[in-house]
């Protein structure tokens, strides 16, 4: 697409926002100037192409589709059904996938739908064949009882959250630790690193349905032909959840062991993290469980979103070109560029460095909270999050660690000199910055202080650092 396509198509659409609702249409180009002039390092946000965005901001939001291509609830889905078969079809062919599912509308939702499927598939099916009934409508009183006491009364192993698990693995203040009866596998003390010999005893002591692999927050390669070993050792279903490395695996840096795809029973992702697409989700699955995780929506999700289907049959198509592999080699380097950056200039990082997209930093060494870096480093113009580190003191709020990754950064051009530079950046901001006190003079663990005059120089140069690398470069909105 030419840049004067890009610029007229995204200048009119405000033009038309604006003559509705002025501040949404200030606020959305107000959103564009604050992404181009920080850096930013959330590890798991990226931005879109023009053509992903486009694709969403249309009259495919006004559909209701639930079913699946061909199989409506609703007539007049001949439009959603294209989309939704080339998005699969793409989904497939980019991860080798036998089945793709891509209605969910974000990570959360495809580990429910996976969540759900397994338990349809192990549970809820063999109970309905023992009753001799098609559909749980048909189950007695007493059968249905029983049966939904069993699902709820099924077992998860997956990674701790401090050890850089997701909430959805089973953390019990989200739904996936209510459902499951869940334990954790953590992380080698001594090198942050997994330890499959554990989890294989864990596995053995706990015997979970389900074994989770994946991670938000884990910087290095998980070998997913050893979990399956695990999982097929104890009779689990083997679930990963790639959301944050999906990029990583389409663009073949992670082959043979490290992707997921041919080892797991059920793959779920996002779709704008590493893979660069809109926000949302998808499921890849082995043949038996297809029927049951198309079924996720009305189980588990509302209706499908067309728009966003579209726009995910635009990215995966991104996905599949030559470039992308260089693209996903370009995100580790520049992962591993930073972590050098930050090694080098006395900083603390789980594990000691990384080999995906992201590198944790343990900020205790800076005398700092998480909470407290990270909004010193964001009034740097330096955007991250704070994270929690194995056996973390400070807990998941305020924690002691930052995460910090590289897709965002990548996609705008920034290599590995501007990675270094990145590094020496956030070390001055960390080095200068301050733990404060509450009242009582105990220690905070949100109060810092950090000189105003040297976090504006930090954001000018960081300004200065994305110059040359101008985000949506044909998109002119003045
Ligand atoms: N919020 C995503 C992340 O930042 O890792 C995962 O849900």
């Known amino acids: 697409m030419s840049r004067n396509a890009e610029s007229t198509a995204f200048r009119s659409a405000l033009e038309v926002i604006r003559a509705v609702e002025p501040r949404v249409a200030d606020a959305i180009g107000a959103e564009l100037t604050d992404q181009r002039e920080s850096l930013k ?9 023009p053509a992903t965005l ?10 209701y589709a639930e079913g699946t291509v061909g199989r409506r609830f609703y007539a007049g889905c001949q439009n959603v059904d294209t989309v939704e078969a080339l998005a699969a079809e793409h989904a ?10 891509v209605q969910p509308h974000s990570g959360i939702d495809a580990n429910l739908v996976a969540f759900w499927a397994v338990l349809a598939d192990r549970v809820e099916s063999p109970a309905l064949k023992k009753a001799q009934v098609r559909q749980v409508n048909d189950l007695t009183e007493a059968d249905w009882f029983a049966l939904r006491r069993e699902l709820g009364n099924q077992r998860m192993l997956g990674m701790s959250l401090d050890a850089g698990g997701h909430l959805t693995h089973g953390f019990r203040p989200n739904i996936s630790g209510k459902m499951f009866d869940q334990r954790s596998y953590g992380t080698d003390p001594a090198t942050g690193l997994i330890d499959y010999d554990r989890v294989a005893e864990a596995a053995r002591e706990f015997k979970p349905l389900i074994l989770v692999g994946g991670y938000s927050a884990y910087p290095r390669k998980v070998n997913f032909r050893i979990l399956r070993e695990i999982a097929d050792s104890v009779g689990a279903t083997f679930m990963v959840d790639m959301a944050h490395f999906a990029g990583l695996v389409a663009g073949k840096v ?6 997921p795809v041919p080892h797991a029973h059920i793959v779920t992702t996002t779709t704008h993290k590493s893979l660069r697409g809109p926000r949302g989700g998808m499921v890849l699955c082995q043949p038996e469980l297809a029927d049951q995780v198309d079924r996720g929506c009305p189980m588990v999700l509302g209706g499908p979103l067309p728009h966003v289907m579209a726009a995910k049959a635009v990215a995966l198509a991104e996905a599949r070109r030559p470039d992308f592999a260089d693209y996903a080699q370009r995100i580790v380097d520049n992962a591993q560029a930073l972590a050098e950056g930050l090694l080098s200039r006395g900083a603390t990082l789980v594990t ?8 944790l930093i343990d900020v205790s060494g800076y005398g700092l909270t998480g909470r407290q870096a990270e909004q010193a480093l964001l009034d740097s113009g330096i955007v991250t999050n704070r994270n929690s580190v194995p056996q973390d003191p400070n807990g998941a709020w305020y924690t002691s660690g930052i995460r910090v990754g590289t897709p965002a950064l990548t996609t705008r051009g920034l290599g590995t000199a501007e990675m270094d530079q990145t590094a020496e950046l956030i070390h001055t901001v960390l080095t200068q ?3 404060g006190a509450n009242a009582d003079g105990t220690p905070s663990k949100a109060k810092y202080t ?3 005059g040297l976090a504006d120089k930090i954001a000018r140069q960081a300004t200065d650092l994305l110059a040359t690398y101008p985000l949506y470069p044909g998109i002119d909105l003045s």
């Open 54 to 63: 486009l694709a969403m901001g249309n009259w495919f939001s006004d559909k």
């Open 450 to 452: 950090l000189d105003a």
């Open 352 to 359: 000691g460095g990384t080999d995906n997209h992201l590198v």
């Open 254 to 259: 992670f082959t043979g062991d490290f992707d």
């Open 92 to 101: 497939r062919e980019l991860f080798g996938a036998a089945h793709a599912y």
């Open 433 to 435: 910055t301050t733990a």
């Open 41 to 49: 390092l959330i590890a798991s946000e990226n931005y879109a192409s």
